[in-house]
């Protein structure tokens, strides 16, 4: 009986010291299977120290979601239940967890109620990572983009679909590179990127590579994730044409004297005509149309 006790005993105290043994990232990448591309051990605790590459929680406020980067690969960090854990970009942290994915993203994945569970500060205000340069050619590749998953990485030199003016908010878009490779980016709600005018020119894109594919095997849905605004760099991000009417000795109550409304820059080869016609008892005055 005694030497079942101390067997357990010490059982709990490999378990704990595995826990608290720092790995690296990469070594995690390496616990899924080679067809679905999901982890193959969920029970055991594992430790890693990272740096924050996320501005923003990703994730709805009752909970913590970022990505974390070391010398080997990057992660998903999600921690259900949190509102509080919220890191900020070039914190260094240290996550104490399970592993798991959601839609094929590895992520280490924590419960806020649960007390072996942790995500420690241990500095702030490191610089991020280098970004590393986002290849399209790899997703078709799932053995080389899920080593990438996870990474900060940049889009160089890409174009951005410029069917709609501004960003739509928890929705995706397309980016096309000199050879005409697309790529799919996801515009989080939760950035200040949302309601942005889109960069009409070649611009490199900062994010996260991240996943959402919804069913074994999880080998599509790969996405680059910026997270502010000014991820976007480079491209000629077009100003706000403001145009204002002052109106004066109105008769019709309830009219406005300053009307103002704004739109987007044109695009190259779009025209924009304005023509002003003033009414007075002599009847409509009108003034030849100004184009620009």
């Known amino acids: 009986m005694l030497k079942n006790i101390l067997s357990l005993w010490l059982l709990a105290l490999a378990i704990q010291a595995s826990a608290q043994t720092v790995t690296n990232i990469a070594y995690l990448r390496t616990l899924v299977d080679p067809v679905n591309y999901v982890p193959t051990n969920t029970t055991d605790l594992f430790t890693v120290e ?3 590459t ?22 998903t960090v999600f921690v259900s239940g949190s509102s509080t ?3 900020s970009a070039g914190d260094l942290v240290r996550v104490i967890g399970p ?13 806020a109620t649960n007390a072996s569970h942790s995500v420690t500060t241990v500095s702030t205000n490191n ?11 790899w997703q078709n590749d799932p053995a080389i983009i899920e080593l990438q998953e ?8 890409v174009f951005l679909d410029a069917s709609t003016p501004t960003f739509p908010s928890g929705q995706t878009l397309l980016i096309t590179n000199g050879t005409g490779e697309t790529f799919t980016v996801f515009i989080d709600a939760r950035t200040d990127i949302v309601g942005q005018t889109k960069p009409v020119s070649a611009v490199s894109i900062f994010g996260v590579l991240g996943q959402r594919d919804t069913s074994d095997p999880r080998t599509t849905g790969y996405q680059l994730i910026p997270t502010r605004y000014a991820d976007f760099v480079g491209g000629a991000k077009p100003p706000v044409v403001r145009f204002t009417n002052v109106l004066e000795n109105l008769v019709r109550p309830g009219d406005l004297p300053v009307n103002s409304f704004a739109e987007n820059v044109l695009r190259p080869g779009e025209k924009l005509a304005l ?11 009108r ?3 100004e184009r620009i």
């Open 50 to 52: 990272g740096v924050v």
């Open 54 to 75: 996320t501005h923003t929680n990703i994730t709805t406020p009752a909970n913590a979601q970022f990505y974390i980067q070391d010398n080997t690969a990057g992660i």
């Open 85 to 87: 854990i919220r890191p």
């Open 99 to 111: 592993l798991g994915h959601f839609n094929g993203l590895l992520e280490l994945n924590l419960l």
């Open 127 to 137: 610089p991020l990572p280098a970004a590393t340069l986002l290849q399209f050619s």
């Open 150 to 157: 996870g990474k900060y990485v940049v889009a160089s030199n």
């Open 275 to 285: 023509q002003v016609v003033i009414t007075g008892a002599a009847g409509p005055s």
């Open 287 to 289: 003034r030849p149309l």
